[in-house]
């Protein structure tokens, strides 16, 4: 006969596995298997928090493909996702482990970088944008090179309070990138 101890257990076991499932789909992004935007924003918060406490710093990198409408456009969908996923394991393979990534929506990414000042931040940006302009991505059939520009932000900053402000300056100094020619950061 079974015994009624060890099926609780096991109930119980997989009530904490389908637990954990249903928050792991409740965070993350269904086509690139990174955060999506509402754990992002736990995770900033956290972030800026524990920066505030230990009085150390970090930074926020917005990444946005560039002309990614028109290569939706001339390639179709299905090359977009392929693209977006590539382009998410490049950033992967740069992630240290405190790193957060995040898919903002669309072709927008972000990078958290805790303990990262302007310096590090900068020289992350430079070695994303090597790395995004060195890559073939997508099929042997149909190579697609991409760039990419990048806005950066920093805490703390007089202009960040809180994960909302420094979202933004991440994202007008994305903006000023793409203004200035793509494929470069500002910050």
Request: with cysteine.
């Amino acid at each position: 006969a079974a015994n009624p101890v060890l099926d609780r257990a096991y109930d119980f076991e997989e009530a904490l596995r389908r637990q954990d499932e249903m928050r792991q789909l409740a965070e993350t992004d269904p086509l690139t298997g990174l955060f999506n935007r509402r754990a992002l924003r736990e995770r900033l918060e956290r972030e800026i928090s524990r920066a505030e406490r230990n009085n150390t710093v970090m930074s926020c990198l917005m990444l946005d493909i560039d002309l990614f409408k028109r290569l939706n456009d001339t390639y179709g969908h299905e090359l977009g996702d392929r693209v977006l996923v590539q382009l998410s394991d490049l950033l992967r393979r740069e992630q240290r482990a405190m790193d957060v990534l995040a898919r903002l929506g669309g072709e927008e990414f972000v990078v958290v970088l805790p303990e990262t000042g302007m310096r590090g931040a900068r020289i992350y940006a430079e070695r994303i944008l090597r790395k995004v302009g060195a890559a073939t991505l997508c099929t042997a059939q149909h190579p697609v090179q991409i760039t990419v520009s990048i806005g950066i932000a920093t805490f703390p900053d007089e202009r960040v309070t809180d994960t909302d402000s420094l979202l933004r300056l991440a994202d007008t100094n994305l903006l000023r990138a793409k203004a200035d020619g793509r494929n470069r950061y500002r910050d």
